[in-house]
């Protein structure tokens, strides 16, 4: 359902100076996605009339993210500079936003909140009549973050920060998340009375909560079903914190959707992967970008897939590592495969051991099983590919193509200079270097003629042998005494 009542603020302007990073905070990575993208789908099933993204440190590199993410004019990224906190952030913000009754602000580094729980959040706003409800959440360790001070009818008295915080409200567990709703005819006027007299001379948007409480506006908490959700990324520690929380999340939903994963926490899949149901995955997998999987495929260990199409019945053997490929039904493929972009392997192929292809198309029951490169070629249906076999694409300034017909057999160490043919039926001698096309059903031989001389291997060791210089005996040393004796002569 539309919320066009709505409107969605994020707060990506920080440079997030705790990781110690070049890079702007919200654009590192967690779960397979930058902490911004996941924190922009999380609001897309909302669907607000407006996102607006306040941006700051490396702002055409964060809009270069978000605006691709939403129908077109539906993200706008404006610019908070200088960046003077939270609550100037917001005020960037207000003219972009337009009129809308209920704005949600959320920062842009709390990637693992769920659509469900701002949903409910803002529902939950919307049904109280409040002035503004704060997302909150129970930490075991709440040390580090602001608590929740309730009044004794549940409303929210303050939002008090760790280092203010007495002893009293240091043991209070509620903390706030930094997620909030707003009606905002009560917002704007307290933004506009936000005051820099703190250490960092920033203004802060959880000031407004203590101002609408004094004007005996109504501000309510909504507690997080999973604390989780809350987490941030302020560190390198909580970055991969939350890029295991992704990960343990999404091998969950694939278990329960029937897939077997064996020591699952060793396997790292992104969140756009899908997989069919009986579908094996061994240890120490990793399955990235927009991979497609189908039903009873098995993924041995150590494989690595990336942007790829597998459909049902596909095994991958060990260590085999593909990008950017298609792996019809029944193929088998690996060990140590390798498939460097723009790879189709139709139906029953199979690529073996140490087999590396890029821009090839192996037809219908093809197979190259042992040490072969296929670059920029075909290979038809049922046609084999003898070991040590490669297609010479490159000749330095261009890529020329290999096109192998149905049913042929190349031999082991054959060298395939492209541009070139070989038709339908052939066959290929070991060891042939081909430059010219060659007929259907001929054989191709492109090798010196051996020869064969007898008795030349006794002849040459015996002329070795008689080369070999002897040991000659040294002569004897005479000993000092002697030598002295000799000279009183």
């Known amino acids: 359902m539309a919320n066009s009542d709505t409107a969605v603020i994020i707060l990506a302007a920080g440079k997030g100076t705790r990781l110690k990073s070049a890079r702007a905070k919200v654009l590192h990575r967690a779960g397979g996605r930058t902490l911004i993208e996941h924190v922009v789908r999380a609001c897309a099933p909302l669907r607000p009339r407006k996102t607006v993204v306040v941006v700051g440190h490396q702002a055409d590199e964060v809009r270069a993210v978000v605006e691709p993410l939403g129908p077109r004019g539906s993200i706008a990224a404006v610019v908070q500079e200088p960046q003077r906190g939270t609550g100037h952030a917001v005020i960037v913000a207000q003219k972009a936003v337009g009129r809308v009754k209920y704005g949600l602000v959320l920062p842009g580094d709390a990637p693992l909140i769920r659509p469900e729980t701002i949903a409910a959040l803002a529902r ?212 140590f495969a390798h498939l460097r972009f723009d790879v189709e392997l139709k139906r029953g192929a199979h690529l073996g051991n140490f087999v590396e292809a890029k821009k090839a198309v192996l037809d219908e029951g093809a197979k190259a099983m042992h040490l072969t490169y296929l670059g920029d070629a075909t290979v038809g249906r049922e046609s084999n590919v003898g070991a040590g076999t490669i297609t010479c694409n490159y000749d330095g300034v261009g890529k020329y193509r290999t096109t192998i017909g149905r049913r042929v057999f190349v031999g082991s160490d054959t060298a395939l200079v492209a541009p070139v043919k070989v038709g339908d039926g052939a066959y290929i001698a070991a060891g042939s270097i081909i430059t010219d096309n060659v007929p259907p059903n001929a054989l191709a031989i492109a090798r010196g003629r051996q020869s064969n001389k007898p008795g030349w291997a006794s002849k040459r060791r015996a002329e070795l042998a008689a080369a070999k210089p002897t040991k000659k005996s040294k002569p004897r040393r005479k000993s000092p005494k002697s030598r002295k004796k000799r000279s009183r002569r």
Not at 191 to 196: A, G, Q, Y
Not at 252 to 262: K, R, S
Request: proline fraction near 4%.
């Open 124 to 335: 939950g706003h919307k049904a109280s009549g409040a002035a503004a409800t704060i997302l909150s959440a129970v930490l075991d360790n709440p040390a580090g973050y602001g608590r929740i001070v309730r009044k004794s009818d549940g409303t929210v008295r303050a939002i008090v920060e760790d280092k203010a915080a007495n002893e009293e409200e240091r043991a209070i567990t509620e903390i706030n998340s930094s997620i909030y709703c707003f009606t905002l005819d009560k917002l704007w006027p307290c933004l506009s009375r936000l005051r820099s007299d703190n250490a960092h001379r920033e203004l802060y948007l959880t000031d407004t909560i203590a101002m609408l409480t004094e004007q005996g506006e109504r501000v309510m908490a909504y507690l997080a079903p999973d604390a989780q959700e809350s987490l941030g990324c302020n560190s390198r520690a909580e970055l991969a914190e939350v890029d295991r929380i992704f990960r343990a999340r999404k091998r969950a939903e694939l278990m329960d959707a029937g897939v077997t994963i064996y020591l699952p926490e060793t396997v790292l899949v992104d969140p756009d992967v899908t997989i069919g149901p009986d579908t094996v995955i061994e240890p120490h997998v990793h399955l990235l970008g927009r991979t497609q999987i189908g039903a009873n495929c098995i993924i041995s260990t150590g494989s690595i897939i990336s942007d790829c199409l597998l459909e049902d019945g596909v095994l991958v053997k060990p260590h085999t590592v593909m990008y950017r490929s298609k792996l019809r039904r029944d193929v088998h493929i690996g060990p």
